[in-house]
């Protein structure tokens, strides 16, 4: 998988992922890749042509924007956005809660196509989809 932190997320946390899974998976995040002022609507356009990418977000924004919201349900962009409680949590419980949920993110990846969104839960394992 090539996984994304958008600027919502910690880079520690995309860091220590990318070397946690350095032969798995390719991991980076916003300032990595583009200037940090980067509108979220380029950096999905941008990721989209590149191939699918694998999106990890606190910016529930991007889900109630109308034009980044289908600038991204028209990507090849798979989605997973922080439930509320989860966002406000210490970085910490964050990265606990992504590594308990990491395989159930890579078996979503393999079953869906682009433009799906998921919520990462604060607690339950299940991930719910996103439906606007």
Request: some cysteine; overall charge positive.
């Given at each position: ?9 910690s ?57 980044e ?61 996103l439906?606007?």
């Amino acid at each position: 998988m090539k996984v994304f932190f958008d600027h919502n997320m910690s880079p520690a946390m995309a860091r220590a992922l990318a070397e946690l899974f350095r032969k798995q998976h390719e991991i980076t995040f916003l300032a990595e890749k583009f200037a940090r002022d980067t509108r979220d609507i380029d950096w999905i356009s941008a990721l989209s042509s590149e191939g699918q990418w694998v999106v990890i977000s606190g910016d529930r924004r991007i889900t109630r924007n109308r034009a980044e919201y289908h600038a991204f349900r028209n990507s090849n962009l798979i989605g997973f956005f922080l439930a509320e409680g989860l966002y406000k949590a210490p970085v910490i419980k964050q990265m606990e809660r992504l590594l308990a949920l990491w395989p159930t993110v890579e078996g979503v990846c393999e079953r869906v196509h682009g433009g799906a969104m998921f919520e990462l839960p604060m607690r339950s394992t299940r991930l719910r989809q996103l439906k606007f």
